[in-house]
C-alpha cells in the first residue's frame, strides 16, 4: 500500500496540461512508490479512461464549501478553489499529501521528497513567492508624498473578502504564499485551520484566490506551523523566468549557483502575441542559456 500520494485537478480544458504533469511524475521510477489521485471538475469519458491508466484513482470534486451558484456560473475548475482544502475527505487512504497545481509539471524529483519531508509533524510544507531576483514584492498605490494605497495580492483579498482590518494589515506585507504546491499530513490540524479560514473568505470574497488567501491566514495569523522550502521547488515562471543549462539539458533557477528548478509552474501563464503557453504549447519564448546564448523555448512539459 502506498503511504504518500500526489494530487492535481483540471476539467476537459486543461487535460493536456493534467496529463504532462503525471507523464513528468511517472518518468521517475521513484514515482512507483507515490500513489497520483486526480479531482475531476468537468474532464470528459475519454480523458478519465485515458488518465485511469497512469493514475490510482479519479473522484469528481465537489463544492464542499457551499458558495452561492451565481458566483460558480458553471465554472467547475473552481472547485480546485474548494476542495483541495479537503484532500483527505476524497482520497483518505493515504498517510501524507501532496498537492501540485495542474499547469505545474516536475523537473526534479528531490523537491518531491522535500515536500513530503517537510510535512511531517503536522507541519505545512509550501513556498514564498520571494527570492533572489524579485524586484517587487507588495505593489502600493503612491498618492501625496508619503501617503499610499496597499496594493498587495494579500491584502486586497483579505479586504474584499471582508476578515477585518487587523488581520489584513498582518497580511498586507507578508510574503505571498502560492497554493498551487503544497504538502500536509492526513491527521495535520492545519487541515482544519485552513478550511475553517475558507468558510470565512468565502462568504464575501471572490471563489478564485480564496483558498490562497486562507492558507496565508492560517501561516500569518494563526501560526500554523510551516516549512518554507526552497523557491525552486515552486517556480513560477511569470514571477521570474528561468535559465536554461545546454549541458544539462534542463531548467535552472537564473541566479549563482543556479540549482536545478524542481517544479516548474506556468501560474498566471506565459503569454506570447496574445497567446497563453498553458492553452498552446506552441507557444515559445526566449530565454537565456548558462552560457549567455539566447534561445527560443517552451517552458511546457515535453519528453
Not at 534542463?250 to 509552474?265: C, D, R, S, W
Request: aromatic fraction near 12%; hydrophobic fraction near 40%; charge should be positive.
Amino acid at each position: 500500500m502506498k503511504k504518500n500520494v500526489i494530487v492535481s485537478l483540471a476539467d476537459a480544458n486543461y487535460f493536456p496540461l493534467l496529463e504532462e504533469l503525471v507523464n513528468s511524475i511517472k518518468r521517475f521510477k521513484e514515482s512507483n512508490n507515490v500513489a497520483i489521485c486526480i479531482l475531476d471538475a468537468g474532464l470528459t469519458q475519454e480523458q478519465k479512461e485515458k488518465l485511469l491508466k497512469k493514475v490510482d484513482e479519479i473522484k469528481p470534486a465537489e463544492w464542499d464549501i457551499k458558495v452561492p451558484g451565481y458566483k460558480v456560473k458553471g465554472k467547475e475548475w473552481l472547485k480546485s478553489q474548494v476542495s483541495r482544502a479537503f484532500l483527505p475527505k476524497y482520497f483518505p487512504d493515504y498517510e501524507k499529501y501532496l498537492w501540485i497545481d495542474c499547469d505545474a509539471w516536475v523537473n526534479d524529483w528531490s523537491c518531491i521528497d522535500l515536500y513530503f519531508k517537510a510535512c511531517n509533524n503536522g507541519k505545512l510544507g509550501i513556498t514564498q513567492t520571494i527570492g533572489p531576483g524579485y524586484k517587487i514584492t507588495s505593489k502600493v498605490n503612491w498618492v501625496f508624498g508619503k501617503l499610499a494605497i496597499i496594493k498587495s495580492q494579500n491584502f486586497k483579498h483579505a479586504v474584499k473578502s471582508r476578515i477585518g482590518y487587523n488581520k489584513a494589515r498582518k497580511l498586507a506585507f507578508a510574503p505571498h504564499i502560492n497554493i498551487g504546491v503544497f504538502s500536509l499530513e492526513k491527521n495535520s490540524k492545519g487541515w482544519n485551520i485552513w478550511q475553517d479560514n475558507l468558510s470565512k473568505t468565502l462568504k464575501a470574497g471572490n471563489i478564485f484566490g480564496s483558498e490562497g488567501l486562507a492558507i496565508n491566514m492560517s501561516v500569518y495569523i494563526d501560526d500554523l506551523k510551516t516549512e518554507f522550502l526552497p523557491l525552486n521547488c515552486n517556480w513560477i515562471t511569470s514571477n521570474l523566468l528561468p535559465k536554461y543549462d545546454e549541458q544539462k539539458e534542463t531548467f535552472v533557477e537564473p541566479y549563482l549557483p543556479n540549482y536545478k528548478i524542481g517544479i516548474m509552474h506556468l501560474a498566471a501563464g506565459i503569454w506570447k502575441d496574445g497567446i497563453d503557453m498553458r492553452v498552446d504549447k506552441s507557444v515559445q519564448i526566449e530565454i537565456e542559456t548558462l552560457e549567455n546564448k539566447k534561445i527560443l523555448r517552451s517552458l511546457r512539459f515535453s519528453i
